[in-house]
């Protein structure tokens, strides 16, 4: 049996009197990290330089940080509720401001998206990692410890723990670990609001050397809230959507175009006459390989990622295909409250069907490839991409400048997956252009000075004007279908480059039904559907009250009106000059802005309310 403590403190010294001075420690990407005792550890070897203490990870969770004074009264309650109890990671702050002591080291693989820009030290030590090679990278640099959140459950008397949301990479460590190529000890933190998941992950006490148990360290889970889902991303998620085959196999990425993906696979289930109107409406001229038909066989799910989304297609009826009684293979977890409380609820028929994994399971074909061949029917691995070039190359986690944005993650790997399966693609989501400053840029570029996807694995990119699909095409025929899904702002641009070098002919014309992909016809387009209720802003759910949820869509425009002084003005003026209805005023006390008092809170309950107002006109 492991060696039980209640206190941080001492299984920090039991770790250090167990292992040695030099700690090499893997933290579990995300959700898993057992927080308590990465902060005992830090801390000790703060005060002892002696230590040489090295963390290894991926995704370090940190609460929201407001940026500017309204944003602070909009987020700060936000926080409060739903992340009040949850310990930070002490050694992030170090971190950021370049202050960790000289022998303390934090390595990671993968960032939280965009949080770790300009940190030197963290751009310095990043490693850019396969999901599946990182285990081997961890067990290389000398892994000796390995601290994780666990489930915990009594069973005939005796303890049991379970991985629950992060299999991903600690399976992979235990399994190399019992081969003889790794030696390391597992040490547990129990959290109570922690599900325990079958399958692999459920472990006998002995695979552990200590655990940490006592309310004193249980802590409320890290839940990010889920955010409203904009048109674009609507829009990609339905284009999605439309390429998802009834009896096929479906894996999804990060963020809000999952959430979309999903419940347009649910309003096509449900009502495939609906299903079909909005993609008329949406698309200029249909996509061939449009499908429209309900999910009567049904969907296998296998992600390393599981999300609220997943749920939501059990919930619906449409994940049903099971293999060897599994409809849904993941490697781990990470969302809003609700999505952690739906797994503790579910029965035990209904978890089993359910099951964590190694990542080396969900993310490659190697170990029982003629089993996973014949379950990964028709796959559809659909990623997000922040640009990509007229080429097809894809560029998902890094800068050309060399900064690392998030991580290449698992991306490469359902890629290449793609193209080992039969009737499997790759489907890279990307947000045709994007706000930058006051101006709009293209996320399509001619060229770029870094790629995550080579050209050569290009598959189907879609964006919210519609589908490219680029496998197998020569390179002019990669570019026209590009420009087709392209923002129309930038078509003569991108057009241009290419022909200019020689890779377009000169007489070339992008087609009238393509030269309307505007924003404004994307939202027109979806309307009728949004009124419906079809297509709602949060369609699993929020953790943001109904008030909160009227602000967001205010303050996003806010947010764009700051790029233009001529609209901000224009806000501030209107906000001046009307009075606010009963339900605006219910958003402006929310905010602290009901009675203004100074000449900022005067300007700010102005800017709102303009912004409430036209909030609801779009």
Not at 262 to 290: E, N
Not at 303 to 329: C, K, N, P, Q, Y
Request: charged share 20%.
């Amino acid at each position: 049996m492991p060696k039980q403590f209640s206190d941080p403190e001492a299984i920090a010294e039991d770790i250090i009197r167990d292992v040695g001075q030099k700690l090499v420690v893997g933290l579990p990407l995300g959700l898993g990290k057992a927080n308590h005792i990465v902060n005992a550890l830090y801390a000790r070897a703060s005060a002892d330089r002696s230590i040489d203490l090295t963390f290894f990870s991926a995704l370090t969770l940190e609460k929201p940080r407001p940026d500017n004074p309204l944003e602070r009264r909009f987020i700060t309650p936000v926080i409060d509720r739903l992340f009040g109890g949850y310990p930070d990671l002490a050694y992030a702050e170090p971190l950021r401001r370049g202050e960790l002591p000289p022998n303390i080291r934090v390595i990671e693989f993968f960032f939280l998206a965009g949080r770790w820009l300009h940190v030197a030290s963290a751009q310095q030590n990043y490693i850019s990692a396969n999901y599946t090679h990182a285990a081997s990278y961890l067990i290389a640099a000398g892994l000796n410890v390995v601290t994780q959140l666990v489930a915990k459950r009594i069973v005939d008397g005796v303890p049991r723990y379970s991985l629950s949301c992060n299999t991903d990479t600690t399976l992979d460590g235990l399994r190399a670990r019992n081969d003889g190529r790794a030696a390391f000890k597992l040490v547990g933190q129990v959290n109570s609001e922690l599900p325990f998941m079958p399958g692999p992950g459920d472990l006998p006490a002995d695979e552990f050397s200590a655990v940490l148990d006592s309310p004193a360290t249980d802590f409320p889970l890290f839940a990010p809230p889920s955010e409203p889902i904009s048109d674009t991303k609507y829009a990609i998620g339905l284009h999605a959507a439309g390429l998802v085959r009834d009896g096929g196999t479906l894996q999804i990425g990060i963020g809000q175009i999952g959430d979309a993906l999903a419940q347009g696979l649910i309003v096509r289930h449900r009502d495939p006459a609906q299903f079909q109107g909005i993609m008329t409406r949406l698309s200029p001229v249909p996509s061939p390989a449009l499908e429209t038909a309900s999910f009567d066989k049904g969907l296998y799910g296998v992600s390393e990622m599981l999300t609220e989304a997943f749920i939501g297609l059990i919930d619906a009826g449409i994940l049903t295909r099971a293999v060897d009684g599994v409809i849904l293979h993941g490697a781990f977890f990470l969302g809003p409250k609700s999505f952690y409380r739906a797994l503790r609820e579910m029965t035990a028929e209904q978890i089993a069907r359910i099951q964590m994994m190694p990542v080396s399971f969900t993310n490659e074909l190697y170990g029982g490839e003629d089993e996973k061949r014949a379950a990964r029917i028709d796959a559809r691995f659909v990623n997000n991409t922040m640009m990509a070039t007229l080429l097809g190359a894809a560029v998902s986690d890094g800068l050309d400048n060399g900064q690392v944005v998030s991580g290449v993650g698992g991306q490469y790997n359902f890629v290449a997956q793609a193209f080992a399966l039969h009737g499997a693609r790759s489907i890279l989501a990307l947000e045709a252009a994007r706000q930058a400053g006051a101006s709009a840029q293209s996320n399509i570029r001619w060229s770029y000075a870094h790629e995550t996807i080579p050209r050569h694995l290009r598959d189907i990119i879609v964006t919210e004007y519609g589908v490219a699909d680029l496998r197998g095409k020569s390179d002019a025929d990669v570019i026209t279908a590009m420009l087709q899904v392209a923002d129309s702002r930038f078509q003569d641009e991108l057009a241009r480059a290419a022909k200019d070098a020689g890779k377009l002919p000169k007489s070339y014309e992008i087609p009238a039904a393509h030269r309307e992909n505007t924003p404004e016809r994307i939202a027109a387009a979806l309307k009728p559907a949004r009124e419906a209720g079809l297509l709602p802003s949060f369609p699993f759910g929020s953790d943001f009250t109904e008030v909160e949820q009227r602000l967001i869509p205010a303050l996003q425009i806010l947010q764009q009106a700051q790029r233009a002084p001529r609209d901000l003005a224009s806000l501030l003026w209107r906000g001046l000059t009307r009075t606010p209805d009963a339900a605006d005023k219910e958003c402006l006390a929310r905010l602290g802005l009901d009675r203004p008092e100074s000449f900022s809170e005067r300007a700010y309950h102005a800017l709102v309310s303009a912004a409430l107002e036209r909030s609801k006109q779009t």
